[in-house]
Structures are given as C-alpha cells and as structure tokens.
C-alpha cells in the first residue's frame, strides 16, 4: 500500500515538473517573439525616420509634405497616451469638465504657438518622426503634434475637439491646407474644429470661406497671421506671426538677459534686400560714415530658407548687443524680425507703411491703425517711421539718453512681450471655451 502511494507522488511530482517545464518553455518563446516583432517593428521606424531625415518641419518650404503621403506607408502609431482617462458621458458640468483638445501642427507658426505662447513642452517620437507634449491650461487638456509622422491617415481617430495649425501663404500651400481641412471629415467622432492659419501675405484669404461654419463648413473659428479685413473678433481673430521657429529661433528666458549690461550698437540690420524695395533705401541711407559708426549693418542680396549655426549666432549676438533693430518691409510689414528683437528687448523700428494687397480696414478697426493692428491694439514698445529718412534724427536722439534710461526701456520691452504672450495664451483658449464648449471667461 505504501508502494502504491509513493508511486502515485512519484507520477505527480513528475508530471509537476513536465508541466513547469512546458510553461516556462512558452513564456521564453513568446518573450523572444515579442522582442523580434518589436525590434523588427524598430527597425522600419528607423529607417522611415532616415527617409524623412532632409524633410524640413519647420520652414515654408512645405514641398514634401504632399511626398509624405504617398511615398511610403505612414508609421501606425499608438497615439492614446492617456491613461485611465474618465468617460466623457460622466462629465456634465461644461464649466468644471476637462476638455481634451488635439492641436496638429502642420506649419510653423506651430510652434511659436505651442512652445512660445502656451508654453508646451516637447518630445521627439521615433526619431523625429513625429513630436508630441501635453499641456493643462484652464479646463482644456491641451495635446499638440508635430511633424512628418502626422498625416491625415495617422491621426487619431477618437479625436473629438481639433486646433488645426495650417500655413496658406502660396498656392502650393494652400493646396495642402485644403486636402487637410477636407481629411477631417474622416474622422467620426470630430465635434469641433479651430483654425491657426498662416495667412496669404496680401491678405487675401478667400479660398478659406467654404470651410468656415457660418458658410456651412466645420472650422468654428479662425485666427489669421496679418491684417486680413475678415478679422470680426466673432469667427475671425488676429494672431502674430513670431519668431522663424522654422530657423530654429531659440525660446528666449528674458529674466536671465543681461539687460544692465551697455550694448554695443545703437542699430542693426542683417537681412535680405529685395530689388525695388524700400529695403534699397535703407541701405543708401546706412552708407554713410555716421550710421557705420553707430549701427552694425551686414545685407545679403538674395534670400536664403536655410540659416546655419553661425549665421544663427551672429543674428542673435546682433540682437542681444543693439539698442535699436532696423525693420524695413518685405512682402508684407509684420515680419519674424519684430518679435525676435522684442525677445531680446532690442526696440524695433519699424517702416509703418501698408504693403500692397487688400490688408487694412475691417469691421472692428478704424483705418488709420494699419499696419500691425495687433500690435498697435496692444501698445507694443516699438518706434514707427514712414520714411528711413527719420533715421538720423532717431539715431541722434539714441546718443542722449543715459545708460540708465536705456537699462528701463529694454526691461519695459521685456515684460510687455511677456505679458502680449500672456493675453495671446489667454485669448485663445478663451476662444476655443467659447467655440467648442459654450463656457465664457
């Protein structure tokens, strides 16, 4: 009897270990699987990040964003980083529910919106492909995306409430604007659409009309770059065109700027002089030996979309050691210069002359602030001449005021685009509350 029993404990321990055995088997093999699947699944990443390596996310040079969609198959990217996020259906009160809103940025002024006005951080996913960073502000959980990886096949589908930031300067550009705003009518579950959108720079911005709500369409609202004359403050909004994020333009800390420190140059100018431009004038005017003593000027003669490291930091050296930025026109009069020398509290001069184009009265502004309502309706710390030939006067007049003088000035400049950078954060999502949500602040 006791053989019997011993036997039986033998057979079960035995069959203890076959069965551990079988199991640990199973658990290595499919732990090696997975590990193959997820490094083959990295290897295709990389190599599409490679592919993608010359594509310029920033720029106005969009060419290849139509080739991204048709030359390979986008990467299928897990785009729900949210985890245990609660039910919409539990949430009733608009005025304390946390809205998610997907910002897709397809321009460059994206950036400047996300990194410079909301203050959003960003990550690089797969090398680039795309890049993505969460922000809270008020009730809306802000979520914004960026680059090549981002195509109208990609995005997530479950996405509800939409700020689309979209650049509709050229023909070209606005071909690809348009075959976004028509993508989103894939999307099931999309509620409601805003738009940031580069404008055309002689402000004619008509091919937009169609896909606005009041005209039947889906965008609720649109914030227009210059002074287009649909800006109501009702549908139509004003937004500033920033810095050239798209030339790598630094996030400037303006509480670590040496402000006490005494600059250099009264002036600078470093830029592209276009032929038959006011540009042509300045440059005149500047010869002499009175501005070469004062004003540090270096023209190019044809405009270049790339910048390198060392044209970078000779910009940014010019900025941080003038008193005064020279701001002549090109196609239109806003240019990225205005905020890149405000954020390095230099005082920009600025040609006040409107450029040719349909820009200037609308429903809400009086004529006589054009150019830069925006900026006009904001008291920006800027000096406005209508010929360069104020220039000497200006100059001479920068020579008698006392270092201590200019020290407050480039403080005033600082805090006033701080505080112009607040407003824009706070007029947006104001806008978006309303639009989206029906909740007024």
Known sequence: MRATFQRVAYFILLGYLIISCYTGFIIVKNKVWKEQIQQEKYRKMTELA?????????GEEFDNERTVLTRHEPPNIVWNLDQGREPPSS????????????????????????????EGPLEERMEGVWSHGTKTINNIKFTFRTGPGVVPDQVPK????????????EPD????????????DTLPRLQNVGLVLLGNEQCNNSWLHPYMAQNGGRVKFAFLVYDSPEIDNKFYYQWPLGVATYRDFPR???????????????????GTVYKNSSRETLMKILEGDFFRE???????????????????????????????TLNPV?????????????????IPVIEDVRTPGICGKSETSEPQVFPLRLLKDHNAPVIFVKHWSELHDLIENEKTLLHSERVKRRRNVLL??????SKMRKTITNVISTHFFGVDR
């Open 50 to 58: 490679e592919e993608d390596r010359a594509w310029n996310p920033w």
């Open 91 to 118: 949430r009733v009160d608009n005025s304390k529910r946390l809205f998610n809103v997907e910002v897709w940025g397809k321009a460059s002024i994206g950036l400047y919106l996300w990194q410079h006005i909301l």
């Open 158 to 169: 479950e996405t509800e409430h939409l700020l689309l930031v979209l650049n509709g300067r």
């Open 173 to 184: 550009k606005i071909t690809f604007a348009k075959s976004w705003l028509t993508s989103l």
């Open 252 to 270: 400037v800390d303006s509480s670590k700027l040496p402000v006490h420190i005494k600059r250099k140059y009264s002036c600078n100018f470093l």
């Open 294 to 324: 004062n004003c540090y000027v270096k023209p190019r003669y044809r405009w270049l979309p790339e910048e390198n490291a060392d044209s970078r930091e000779e910009y940014i050296r010019l900025l941080s050691q003038s008193d005064l």
């Open 330 to 346: 090109g196609q239109n009069t806003e240019c990225y210069r205005i905020y890149e020398a405000i954020s390095y509290g230099s």
């Open 416 to 421: 006033w685009y701080e505080s112009f950078k």
